[in-house]
């Protein structure tokens, strides 16, 4: 026995292993560390992201790509929320752009017209702004699966008709102007990224707990889930509010930012564009639409030289993602993530 | 004893095809009651009606003298009526205990037991009641991957964390070879012993007779037969519905 032992000694082989199977135990969130390497697997892709967000006006001083950055946050929370309603829950919505609406509409009417301070014009707006957007959808929830896309996606446009209808409380066609800003762009900045990572901390944290597993079991099946006796319209109509008050916020800081609100934020190319970035990064996954987000925010500002090719290589880059990698960005990078494999040797 | 569920006369029209035609039958507490009957009988339409999926065109149904006709099936359950499905339907994408969690944040968990305990520990014990092995891997695969028998196992475990007063069984043993439904078999008699009674919808006479205390025989929407196992059994209308005839 002992022989056997000295000369394996002797051979030393090397075996590769998965770099996530030597570091993680069996329970999904525990990690044993064992070296530099395995800290650095673990903490980097959790650590970097937020850094470089928050470190990025240090890195780009040049005032455009800060704006760009707070689109791109803009589409992030707005596609993290929707991710809530589309991925987790299965009411693939086509008109989340009513929630940005509302909150834009709702903060300027009460800054401009009744002159409430921002710190009270923007909560009171996003509430007011997401309790409206849940009460339109709210009757939609009986349809289900196409039909409540539909049904979603003429909301806004009914919207849009309505703010012409009534121009004396929202200033028709031109909107509403003159919203309160003293904040700076790099103020912006750091609000909306800090805004995007809460969001995200947020929806996770909600889309991870028992009430996103009954969400993701509305999804899947619903008859089971009454049968275990709970409604699944309450937890629908919650899910709405939840993700309606992320969407609202967003539009009611645009409001702010712009000092202005008008039918376009009720427009469609918002809804679809929330839509594609969630598929593209991955839906269901929370982070996932927020990585869409920034991608294609960042992508359609680089392309803005090609001019109306832009829409044509926009189109295409999408039709090549879709096609190979149709579970999204996210899952994608995990994957690979995972197979990193080092070398270990054995005695 | 008391009857904890009343059915009287119910009817139910698809169109023009009666599915249900005017079948009434009791349920004692602690009792297991077999329904069966060729294909297109109305079993499972039967069942669809006490559990609210379906609401009857005539009669009453009630449940501890409580009157539960046309209630939304979530309330139903609520009230502790809980059921499986012919075709298992397990939430595919889920891991096979969050499943199981589903029934667990149910306001009736809340209420009945009083329990804010940890839903992961409670699924798990409930898993293992119905047969997975506690440190099973199937445990943690998405539910979908599950083979046949053990999504069986996987619905039943669903009814089973509701805390039901009466489940629901529809045809639990379809699809099941023999010595699998004999392993069934001695767990349904523990939750009977527990307390719970049980409605089993089945196609066969033969596969409830063991188990069953009272068998109903439905034929074209009607009841044609009820009694204990043996008498149905050697009823010649039942064997006149099987053998053919009529």
């Avoid at chain 1, 990698?325 to 054995?346: A, D, S």
């Avoid at chain 2, 099973?136 to 991957?145: N, T």
Wanted: charged fraction near 20%; charge should be positive; proline fraction near 5%.
């Amino acid at each position: 026995m002992k022989s056997r032992k000295e000369s394996n000694k002797n051979i030393r082989t090397i075996r590769k292993e998965r770099l996530d199977r030597g570091a993680r135990a069996r329970s999904k969130d525990l990690y044993v560390l064992m070296s530099y390497e395995d800290i650095a697997y673990v903490i980097l892709p959790r650590v970097l992201p937020p850094l470089i967000l928050l470190a990025f006006p240090f890195i780009v001083r040049d005032t455009y790509w800060h704006m760009v950055f707070f689109l791109a946050g803009y589409y992030a929370v707005a596609s993290m929320s929707w991710d809530l309603l589309g991925g987790f829950t299965g009411l693939v919505s086509f008109g989340h752009s009513l929630f940005i609406g509302f909150g834009g509409y709702f903060t300027a009417i009460l800054n401009v017209w009744y002159g409430v301070p921002i710190w009270l014009s923007i909560p009171i707006g996003t509430l007011a702004g997401a309790a409206m957007g849940t009460l339109i959808f709210a009757p939609c929830l009986r349809t289900k699966g196409v039909y409540f896309s539909l049904v979603s996606l003429v909301a806004p446009l009914v919207m849009v008709g309505s703010i012409l209808a009534f121009a004396e409380i929202t200033g028709g066609e031109e909107g509403i102007y003159g919203l309160e800003n003293p904040l700076t762009e790099l103020q912006w900045y750091y609000i909306m990224a800090g805004l995007v990572l809460l969001t995200f901390l947020i929806l996770r944290k909600i889309a991870y707990s028992n009430f996103g597993l009954v969400l993701q079991a509305i999804r899947d099946n619903e008859p089971s889930v009454k049968v275990s006796g709970i409604n699944p319209v309450r937890y629908k109509v919650t899910a709405l509010f939840i993700s309606g008050l992320f969407a609202s916020l967003v539009g009611s800081l645009q409001a702010h930012k712009l000092s202005f609100v008008g039918p376009s934020y009720f427009y469609l190319s918002i809804s679809v564009g929330i839509i594609t970035m969630s598929v593209l990064g991955g839906v269901a996954t929370i982070i996932g639409p927020a990585i869409g987000a920034y991608i294609l925010t960042i992508l359609t500002e680089w392309l803005r030289w090609l001019g109306g090719l832009r829409m044509l290589l926009y189109g295409v880059i999408l039709l090549i993602l879709l096609n190979f990698k149709p579970e999204g960005i996210y899952r994608y990078l995990e994957r690979t993530y995972q197979t990193f494999e080092r070398q270990v040797v054995e005695e | 004893m008391s009857k904890i569920l009343r059915v009287e006369n119910v009817t139910k029209r698809f169109g023009g095809i009666i599915a249900v035609k005017n079948v009434s039958f009791e349920v004692d507490e602690k009792e297991i009651v077999a329904i069966v009957g060729p294909n297109g009988a109305g079993k499972t339409t039967l069942l669809n009606i006490i559990n609210g999926f379906v609401k009857p065109d005539e009669g009453r149904i009630y449940f501890r003298d409580r009157d539960i006709t046309g209630l939304p099936p979530y309330k139903i359950a609520q009230l502790g009526i809980s059921r499986t499905f012919q075709t298992p339907r397990p939430i595919h994408r889920l891991r096979t205990v969050f499943n199981i969690i589903v029934p667990l944040v149910s306001p009736r968990i809340k209420r009945t037991t009083g329990w804010f305990g940890d839903e992961l520990v409670r699924a798990i014990d409930i898993l293992e009641e119905v047969g997975f092995e506690r440190d099973s891997e199937y445990l943690w695969k998405p539910a979908g991957l599950l083979p046949h028998g053990y999504l069986r196992r996987v619905e039943l475990a669903r009814a089973l964390a509701l805390r039901p007063e009466l489940i629901l069984l529809d045809e639990l043993f379809s699809g099941l070879s023999s010595p699998e439904v004999r392993s069934i078999i001695p767990l349904l008699l523990k939750l009977r012993d527990r307390g719970l009674t049980l409605i089993m919808v089945e196609h066969r006479v033969k596969d409830v007779s063991e188990i069953a205390d009272r068998v109903i025989v439905l034929h074209k929407g009607e009841k044609i037969e009820e009694g204990d196992p043996e008498t149905v059994l050697k009823s010649e209308r039942v064997l006149r519905v099987y053998l053919g005839g009529r």
